[in-house]
């Protein structure tokens, strides 16, 4: 696999059933090289795998598509030209024809649902910072951004204002439009997400933080329901002091409600959500017993209402569950070393994305335990390609914790040769390197690296104590596991310990930082959209309710905050050469972070370089740029780890030098 190879793949999924469950509508993605930027389309594939139909086509793209349950129309979100500007809900008539437009809100459209009858749609709107300009008028200058929120910037959506997402009605036959809750003159405080018909249309179940005066100070969201009509008052049915949350699922009956509950009170970043029901009637909720020290993904009805699907993560894999209402008996569906994405259920049928270490995303049917392959998008490019399975491995930390890993050796590996070796770290930290395609994984294999990828404390996969144990304590269980994986992966004799590299994004960059701040070993480093100057970031990023929480403010407890700069308040000690990068768009990790390490290294004379995206936030959408950073690391790593030309060539492993 080689960069061009970027522009071929398509990203496949958004799975959609159709009422009666002959068809399932989803979504393609693929680079435009001339515009530089991804397209999405939509597609239909039949039940059988028969016919693979594409929908739409253009520009501007398509997505979240969804069927009308009366099966008759499929609705879809897009921003081409049309009656009205910005993202609007469109309609394909089943038999055929062109898509024509259905709303014309002037609002952010964030969201939409169908009616149980057809009849209506359930839109979440955000009313727009400025109003669009009327066509042709004169440009109007930028006016100055005022605020007075306490959470006052998050990444893409950038300063925030008093803008709140609230739900409204909207009459397919006459186009009115109106608000559920309240109406214009209601204060807006409140902002009302993950809304979900109930399935006799009489209700509306959706997730809201309303705690105290500000919510902006809380984490604290819960599952609220309302009648389905304008004007009405909410309720509120969960209680749990942290995270109730969405996405929800009705029961057939319309009497109950599946969520998703976090584990810690007020706020952890680390919680692992589980399944949880509660009663529309009374509000009385509980944990599912079997989902109870797991993490789940978005719970899927069975249409006998007594079990959930929904995906489970497990160690190093992601698989689809049965779990059930009552009882402990979960009912694991697939088996295989793979990872499920997307899941949709109807009609008695259920449709998945599937992926594994060397098979790109594609939609299946799930027949029993057994997974049918229902599109090709990917199949044609992967057959010329020469594909790497991950192999797992297992070491033993310095105090004792078990860490697992997963080492992809390079393309063309021949037994008995030791190859240079990336550690390359996820981010999150709440996250996990898994059994699934992964494009950064096979591209360094097809240079010529061994990748590996370690789930270190504070990774999901292992339940809530794993994630939990590294709590107020950033940079310090994650470095004994990662060296202790790579003294693992060198133990196998496959691995060349003299020619190791290091690297990462977002907290992979941060724990970039806190490793070459305790070892020298690694020749090479590049520390994307990170940070190592904890005092320098709180106010500058989005994560101030987990600095409050976590670590409180910096004049009640300055303590930790000057511990966990110990990469920046040491940088004397890094002589690793390292490759900074991030978007100056980027609200997630600031790019002040990379900055104030690239001049402390360059302050005490340790090579470094810094690389700035233009307009990007913490996750690249510009294809030519996501292309640059690919050959940025190459050029790197290589630079430091001796890699001749060749070996990139042809994806050999080269002799030491």
Known sequence: MVLDDLAKLM????PQVSPDGKWVAYTTSKVDVG?????????????????????????????????????????????????????????????GGEAHQLTEVKEDLEDYRWSPDSRQLLLTLRAKEEPEPEKGAKPVPPKPIVIDRYHFKQDVQGYLSDKREHLFLFEIATKKLTRVIGDEKTEDKFDERQAEWSPDGKLIAFVSNQEGPDPDRSNNSDVFVVEAKGGSVAKK???????????????????????????????????????????????????LPATAEMLTGAPVLA?????????????????LAEVPLSGKAVK??????????????????????????????????????????????????????????????????????EVH????????YAAGAK????????????????????????????????????????????????????NADWGDKEVKDLLAAVDGAVATGKIDADRMGVGGWSYGGILTDYTIASTTRFKAASSGAGT?????????????????????????????????????????????????????????????????????????????????????????????????????????????????????????VPAAK
């Open 419 to 470: 190859a240079p070796m990336l550690l390359w770290i996820h981010g999150g930290p709440t996250s996990q390197d898994s059994h699934r395609f992964a494009v950064d994984r096979q591209l360094i294999a097809a240079h010529g690296f061994a990748v590996l990828q370690v789930n270190y404390r504070g990774s999901t996969g292992r339940g809530h104590d794993y994630s939990l144990a590294i």
């Open 532 to 652: 190592a100057n904890l005092l320098g970031m709180y106010g500058v990023d989005e994560y101030i309710l987990q600095y409050d929480n976590e670590l409180q403010p910096p004049w009640k407890n300055v303590e930790p905050y000057l511990k966990l700069s110990y990469p920046f308040l040491h940088a004397d000690k890094i002589v690793t050469p390292t490759l900074f990068m991030g978007g100056d768009k980027d609200f997630n990790v600031t790019l002040v972070g990379g900055e104030q390490m690239y001049q402390a290294l360059k302050s005490v004379g340790t090579t470094a370089e810094l690389v700035v995206y233009p307009g990007q936030f913490h996750g690249f959408t510009r294809p030519s740029f996501i292309r640059d950073r690919y050959q940025r690391w190459f050029d790197w790593y290589d630079k430091y780890l001796g890699m001749p030309p060749t070996a990139k060539a042809v994806g050999a």
């Open 237 to 287: 049915l969960t209680s749990f002091t942290g995270v109730d949350g969405g996405p929800l699922a009705w029961s057939p009956d319309s009497k109950r409600i599946v969520y998703r509950q976090g584990v810690s009170p007020r706020y952890s970043i680390y919680d692992m959500q589980r399944l949880a029901v509660v009663s529309a009637a009374d509000g009385v909720p509980e944990v």
């Open 303 to 319: 249409a006998d209402g007594k079990s959930v699907l929904t995906t489970i993560t497990e160690d190093r894999v992601d698989y």
């Open 332 to 401: 694991r569906l697939t088996a295989e070393k793979g990872s499920v994405g997307a899941v949709s259920a109807g009609a008695g049928h259920v449709a998945v994305v599937w992926t594994t270490d060397v098979t790109a995303p594609e939609i299946y049917a799930v027949d029993g335990k057994s997974l049918r392959k229902l599109t090709a998008h990917n199949d044609a490019l992967l057959a010329q390609l020469n594909l790497v399975a991950a192999e797992d491995l297992s070491a033993k930390a310095s105090d004792g914790s």
């Open 405 to 412: 890993s997963l080492l992809t050796m390079p393309v063309g």
């Open 11 to 14: 990203n496949v999924g958004g």
């Open 35 to 95: 515009e530089d930027k991804s397209v999405s389309e939509l597609w239909m594939v039949s039940w059988d795998g028969s016919q693979d139909v594409q929908l739409t086509y253009g520009p501007e793209g398509a997505g979240s598509p969804r069927w009308s349950p009366d099966g008759e129309w499929l609705a879809f979100t897009s921003s081409r030209p049309g009656k009205a500007k910005g993202s609007q809900v469109w309609l394909l008539d089943r038999r």
